[in-house]
């Protein structure tokens, strides 16, 4: 199951796609245009973007550039067959996979299936394990060579969204937009400060770092210690 954005301005299909999507256990937010879309998905952080590209306010390419730069949320795009051309730009513009209309429900949700599979599934699913480190969304509990860690709820989530793109260098943007929900706002100052806090709980210090590392300039990164 998974938390899906379907941004279409065709009611029929919006209604149809919704429908199709729901019976197969998804839980489905939708959007008529994409402004709207954009602000859901920032919004509500979905775990995955169905995204039309023919919309009547902006060209879809055009919205996933601007979700691009506020989430690195799953996106899939609905094309009509003559906008194909536009699925090299649409791809090179970051979305996950495309379908070209008209499909059904029962391929959506093949293809969202595939995506999530991809990129390591929703929001919701299990617990992450760097080095000594174990993370557990679910229950919401965090420890770290086999002792529970005392992190403040947003401790938690920072700790959370950065184990589970372990290796991955992100930016205190992306943080401010998906642990904070700052997207247009917030100070890196913010975020520095808890991840200070964060580095404290954890033992270690920004000098000797062990799982916490700054990337100056760029963010920061989780890492199992060598
Ligand atoms: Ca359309």
């Known amino acids: ?31 008529a245009a994409a402004l709207a879309g954009l602000e859901q998905a920032v919004r509500t952080r979905p775990d995955l973007v169905v995204l039309d590209l023919g919309l009547p306010d902006l060209d879809g390419a055009t919205m996933l550039r601007m979700l691009r730069g506020a989430s690195r949320v799953p996106v899939i795009v609905a094309t009509a067959r003559d906008e194909e051309r536009d699925i090299v730009a649409v791809l090179d513009a970051g979305a996950d ?8 429900a029962a391929q959506l949700d093949a293809r969202i299936r595939a995506v999530l599979r991809r990129v390591g599934g929703t929001a919701a699913d ?4 760097v080095g000594g480190l174990r993370v557990d969304p679910r229950s919401r509990r965090a420890e770290l060579d086999g002792t529970a ?3 403040t709820p947003r401790e938690f989530d920072l700790l959370h969204y950065l184990a589970a793109r372990a290796d ?4 205190k943007r992306e943080l401010l937009t998906e642990v904070w929900r700052l997207p247009y706002g917030g100070a890196d100052k913010t975020v520095d400060v808890h991840l200070s806090w964060l580095r404290r709980k954890l ?20 890492s199992a210690p060598a």
């Open 97 to 104: 996979d495309y379908l070209v209309k008209p499909f059904g």
């Open 126 to 129: 299990g617990e992450v394990v």
């Open 168 to 171: 991955q260098v992100v930016s």
């Open 149 to 151: 860690l005392d992190l």
């Open 1 to 31: 199951m998974a938390h899906v954005l379907l941004v279409e301005d065709d009611p029929a299909i919006r209604g149809a796609l919704i429908r199709g999507l729901t019976e197969r256990g998804h839980a489905v937010d939708s959007a």
């Open 203 to 222: 033992g270690e210090s920004a000098q000797s770092p062990r799982y916490l590392h700054a990337v100056r300039g760029v963010g920061v990164r989780i």
